[in-house]
């Protein structure tokens, strides 16, 4: 199973991204999707979670900021980031379950620029 992330980027603050993360491989279905972030000098640290059936986590950091939605036929997972701030620059890895067992993307950068 692979997971490759897109969308990070360069925005100033106040501005907006979106991620993507598309599963591929032999999975028969995919369970909980998520994404994390790390900063610098940063553990990482859990954003957002998005079970199959649809219910939806957020880090208090992000409430009201963030959005996780996800693709169950295109095994995508999204994340719509606005009102970004320079606090939210980190690499955003996305994870996976499927089949008992967790899958990490390698990252995408998102840099906010005060």
């Known amino acids: 199973v692979q997971l490759v992330e897109s969308g990070g980027g360069l925005v100033q603050a106040g501005g907006s991204l979106r991620l993507s993360c598309a599963a591929s491989?032999?999975?028969?279905?995919?369970?909980?999707m998520g994404w994390y972030r790390q900063a610098p000098g940063a553990q990482r640290e859990s954003v957002a979670r998005i079970t199959r059936s649809g219910s939806t986590y957020y880090a208090d950091s992000v409430k009201g900021r963030f959005t996780i939605s996800r693709d169950n036929a295109k095994k995508t997972v999204y994340l719509q980031m606005n009102s970004l701030q320079p606090g939210d620059t980190a690499v955003y890895y996305c994870?996976?379950?499927?089949?008992?067992?967790?899958?990490w993307g390698k990252g995408t950068l998102v840099t906010v620029s005060s």
């Open positions: 491989g032999s999975i028969f279905s995919i369970n909980d």
């Open positions: 994870k996976a379950a499927a089949g008992g067992m967790y899958y």
